[in-house]
Nanobody, 126 residues
Framework: VQLQASGGGLVQPGGSLGLACAAS????????MGWFRQAAGKEREFVAA????????WYADSVKGRFTISRDNAKNMVYLHMNSLKPEDTAIYYC????????????????????WGQGTLVTVSS
């Protein structure tokens, strides 16, 4: 499975940005998908996850109410829309997929995911 994250860039505080994750080598429709981020000098942390149908979503407290995860199984894509961005949201953002289908336990843990995209840099600065 190859995951390709895109959409990062420089945005001012309070601005919005949309990230996309494209998958190849596997259809995503049976898999929970996650977004994580890693700021300089910090560990990779959970941002958001979505189950295989898109009917359930989970968010880190730090982004709840500002970020929205979604998916389009027909296009094999997962998205992360980010509003009201803050400087502390600056990080490399990664999309991730697990090995096993129809599983959403530990969706918040990096250890639940086996496949990672290369990451896309989001910088929030004036």
């Amino acid at each position: 499975v190859q995951l390709q994250a895109s959409g990062g860039g420089l945005v001012q505080p309070g601005g919005s940005l949309g990230l996309a994750c494209a998958a190849s080598g596997r259809t995503l429709e049976r898999y929970t998908m996650g977004w994580f981020r890693q700021a300089a000098g910090k560990e990779r942390e959970f941002v958001a996850a979505i189950n295989w149908t898109g009917g359930r979503t989970w968010y880190a407290d730090s982004v709840k109410g500002r970020f929205t995860i979604s998916r389009d199984n027909a296009k094999n894509m997962v998205y992360l829309h980010m509003n009201s961005l803050k400087p502390e949201d600056t990080a490399i953002y990664y999309c991730a997929a697990p090995e096993r289908p129809y599983v959403n336990t530990n969706y918040f843990s990096t250890r639940a995911y086996n496949y990672w995209g290369q990451g896309t840099l989001v910088t929030v600065s004036s």
